[in-house]
Every structure is written in C-alpha cells, then in structure tokens.
C-alpha cells in the first residue's frame, strides 16, 4: 500500500464581530476538496489528518462609531471618499449609504443632501449607531445593499476590515479578490 501527503486549504474566512465563522461551509469546502482529489482517478482514501493549521490577521478594532469623525488628511488627499458631517445624530451609517446611493452635486458632505431618501431604507428594529455586528441584519432588509465596512488606523495609514458584505464573499474567487 502507498501512501501520499496531499495537502488541502479553504478559502479565507473573515471573522470578526459582523462575521461568525460559517465551520459547515469550511468543512463542506474541504470534503469537496478530498472528493475531487480523489474522483481524478488517484484511488486514495483520507487515512487522516496529521495537521491542521489557522492563519490569523491582526484585528484593529474602529475606535468609537456614531457622530461625525474628521477624516484623516492622508485619506482627504486622495479625494475618493464622502465624510458626511452628522455632528447632531448617531445615523452616520445612514447617511454614509445614502450618499453612496445618491451622490450629492455640490457641499457632499452635508446631511440636508440625504435626508429625502432616508425613507427608502428599511431600518426596521435596527439602534444607532449601528454595530457592526448588526450589518447583516441592515443587509437582509434592504436586499439591494451590500456593505462594506473598514476601520482607519491613522498611526499606519493603513484600513483593516471589519465587516464585507457576504454578497461580495460568495461572489469571490481567488483571481478577483
């Protein structure tokens, strides 16, 4: 009898407060990857697995969420991004969305550009400011959205990612992402 060492990986995983780890997706993944390993005529059974590994990121958790917060002057450079200035509410995630899905002409950064459409919103349930963790919940309301969300670490100029909209992670393949 031989023997083989095959080695097998899953996609990424994003787990954060929005995202739980799906294990029934990672180990179907998996199984579907020893079916194909072994349907390609290798005649090969899974005797066991000798190691199992789990690749961390650092998580750079956002700071405080709710009220208008300047943006950094590294990211104002660039000249890509809409801070609307909320200074009264805690909607910023509201008017965040809406100025995506309805660009203002001039002044972007003002609340008055957005208020019109907060009726298109189901914001049915959901407290504000909005958790991350409930983004999903935002989501299934309002089917037609997919969210993205990132956290700013100014010390490094850099983002990391607290919650993708799982929209956008089951469309994905390693070519595209």
């Known amino acids: 009898m031989s023997r083989i060492v095959a080695y097998f990986n899953t996609p990424t995983e994003i787990v954060s407060e929005g995202h739980l780890p799906d294990f029934d997706a990672i180990v179907n993944h998996f199984r579907q990857r020893i ?3 072994t349907r390609r005529g290798s005649g090969y059974i899974l005797e066991r697995v000798r190691q199992l590994g789990v690749c961390f990121v650092k998580f750079r958790p956002l700071g ?13 450079k ?3 991004v809409v801070n609307v200035q909320n200074n009264d509410d805690d909607y910023c995630f509201v008017w965040s969305v809406l100025a995506h899905l309805h660009p203002a002409r001039d002044h972007s950064y003002r609340i008055h550009n957005y208020t019109s459409y907060a009726s298109e919103l189901n914001l049915d349930g959901l407290t504000f400011p909005l958790p991350v963790k ?21 010390k490094d100029n850099s983002f990391s990612i607290l919650y993708l909209s799982r929209t956008f992670i089951s469309g994905c393949t390693q070519s595209r992402c």
């Open 35 to 37: 079916q194909q390993f």
């Open 64 to 76: 405080s969420a709710g009220s208008f917060v300047p943006t950094p002057p590294w990211i104002i």
């Open 78 to 80: 660039k000249k890509a």
């Open 134 to 154: 409930d983004i999903p919940r935002f989501e299934q309301q309002n089917p037609d959205i997919a969210i993205h969300c990132m956290a700013v670490d100014s």
